[in-house]
């Protein structure tokens, strides 16, 4: 999808980011301010959408939000993973370069407040570092899910943001270093499952911004959506 001939990337635009510690189920921690620098425009157009379901009742009302994928690429994302304590696991990524970035626009199209959960959705397995299938670094990649998310809203449990009726949020899910293809695998096995095109950039920022680690979901291990074939 274009945005036109006029709108212009602004490259390497430094993102003032707001760090809090919030574990599942754990006291937050706030730390100090970081910059992740990312491409920035005014509009962003959306790489790719689909809808998810929370549900007040326990599924009997299926309250629909509205996702919208703005942004993939690889990033370096050091300084965050320094503040959130994690970095001396991820220091066993570095050798594979940058870290995998994407990034979303959420909206609440129902009629309840909804906290849509990030932390389960994955890329393809497909895109993992040469050796990582079996050793140390597997559980990493065999299945490949977020390790932080960063919001402009305080995240919840399973890497979750709050979203109000009609209203927005954006959503920055980090994950390890994978061989980025040129379009993405990514998704929610069972739920829906997107083609992304590499690329995208993420809108100016309105106000703080918040991190947390993420934990994967239990009993997740060994399932991952397949990459489509070349």
Same mark, same amino acid.
């Given at each position: 999808?274009?945005? =036109?001939?006029?709108?212009?990337?602004?490259?390497?635009?430094?993102?003032?980011? /707001?760090?809090?510690?919030?574990?599942? =189920?754990?006291? =937050?921690? /706030? *730390?100090?301010?970081?910059?992740?620098?990312?491409?920035?425009?005014?509009?962003?157009?959306?790489?790719?959408?689909?809808?998810? @379901?929370?549900?007040?009742?326990?599924?009997?009302?299926?309250?629909?939000?509205?996702?919208?994928?703005?942004?993939?690429?690889?990033?370096?994302?050091?300084?965050?993973?320094?503040?959130?304590? &994690?970095?001396?696991?991820?220091?066993? *990524?570095?050798?594979?370069?940058?870290? /995998?970035?994407?990034?979303?626009?959420?909206? $609440? $199209?129902?009629?309840?407040?909804?906290?849509?959960?990030?932390?389960?959705?994955?890329?393809?397995?497909?895109?993992?570092?040469?050796?990582?299938? /079996?050793?140390?670094?597997?559980?990493?990649?065999?299945?490949?899910?977020? *390790?932080?998310?960063?919001? &402009?809203?305080?995240?919840? $449990?399973?890497?979750?943001?709050?979203?109000?009726?009609?209203?927005?949020?954006?959503?920055?899910?980090?994950?390890?270093?994978?061989?980025?293809?040129?379009?993405?695998?990514?998704?929610?096995? =069972?739920? @829906?499952?997107?083609?992304?095109?590499?690329?995208?950039?993420?809108?100016?920022?309105?106000?703080? *911004?918040?991190?947390?680690?993420?934990?994967?979901?239990?009993?997740?291990?060994?399932?991952?959506?397949?990459?489509?074939?070349?």
């Amino acid at each position: 999808m274009s945005d =036109g001939p006029r709108r212009r990337h602004r490259p390497a635009i430094a993102l003032l980011v /707001t760090c809090a510690v919030v574990g599942c =189920g754990s006291n =937050g921690v /706030t *730390l100090n301010d970081v910059t992740l620098g990312l491409p920035q425009s005014s509009t962003p157009p959306a790489l790719a959408t689909a809808t998810v @379901f929370t549900s007040p009742d326990g599924g009997i009302y299926k309250n629909a939000d509205h996702l919208e994928v703005i942004l993939v690429q690889r990033h370096n994302v050091d300084a965050v993973a320094a503040l959130l304590g &994690d970095a001396p696991a991820w220091s066993q *990524l570095r050798g594979f370069g940058d870290f /995998t970035l994407v990034a979303m626009r959420l909206r $609440d $199209d129902g009629k309840v407040s909804s906290d849509p959960r990030l932390g389960d959705l994955q890329m393809a397995s497909d895109y993992a570092p040469t050796g990582t299938a /079996t050793g140390p670094l597997r559980h990493f990649y065999h299945p490949t899910y977020p *390790l932080a998310l960063v919001a &402009d809203s305080a995240p919840g $449990d399973d890497c979750s943001i709050h979203l109000d009726p009609g209203h927005s949020g954006l959503a920055i899910l980090i994950y390890p270093p994978v061989n980025l293809p040129s379009t993405l695998v990514w998704g929610r096995l =069972g739920d @829906f499952i997107l083609s992304v095109p590499t690329g995208g950039a993420l809108p100016p920022p309105s106000g703080a *911004l918040r991190a947390v680690a993420c934990v994967p979901p239990a009993g997740a291990i060994g399932t991952a959506p397949a990459a489509a074939p070349t």
